[in-house]
C-alpha cells in the first residue's frame, strides 16, 4: 500500500518562499501522477499543480503558475513543491496525493503553511 508523507510547511512572510516534501513509500507503479491540492480554512481543497511521475510533465493552476515548481526525484520517491513570491491568499493546508488509477486515490496527512502580510 502506498504512503505519503509531507514535510516542510510553515511560517513565511510574503514574498519568502518555501519548498514542500512529499516522500513516497510501499508499493508504487512506473506511472502515476503525484499531484499536491490545498485547502484554505472555509474553502473547498483545491488543484495545485501535478507531475507524471514516469514522463515528469507538469501542469499547473493559474494562480501558482510561475511562482510554483512541481518536481520528482526518482532515486529518492520524493515529489516537491518549491513555492516562491508567496502571498497570503497562498495560506493553506498543503496535500500531496497520487493518481494510481483515474483519480487521487491516496493521500498524505497535510501540511501547514501560512504567509504573514
Known amino acids: 500500500q502506498v504512503q505519503l508523507v509531507e514535510s516542510g510547511g510553515g511560517l513565511v512572510q510574503a514574498g519568502g518562499s518555501l519548498r514542500l516534501s512529499c516522500g513516497v513509500s510501499?508499493?508504487?507503479?512506473?506511472?502515476?501522477?503525484m499531484g499536491w491540492f490545498r485547502q484554505a480554512p472555509g474553502k473547498e481543497r483545491e488543484f495545485v499543480a501535478s507531475?507524471?511521475?514516469?514522463?515528469?510533465?507538469?501542469y499547473y493552476a493559474d494562480s501558482v503558475k510561475g511562482r510554483f515548481t512541481i518536481s520528482r526525484d526518482n532515486a529518492k520517491n520524493t515529489v516537491y513543491l518549491q513555492m516562491n513570491t508567496l502571498k497570503p491568499e497562498d495560506t493553506a493546508v498543503y496535500y500531496c496525493?497520487?493518481?494510481?488509477?483515474?483519480?487521487?486515490?491516496?493521500w498524505g496527512q497535510g501540511t501547514q503553511v501560512t504567509v504573514s502580510s
Open positions: 496525493a497520487a493518481k494510481m488509477t483515474t483519480q487521487y486515490d491516496v
Open positions: 510501499g508499493r508504487t507503479f512506473g506511472s502515476y501522477i
Open positions: 507531475i507524471n511521475w514516469r514522463f515528469g510533465s507538469s
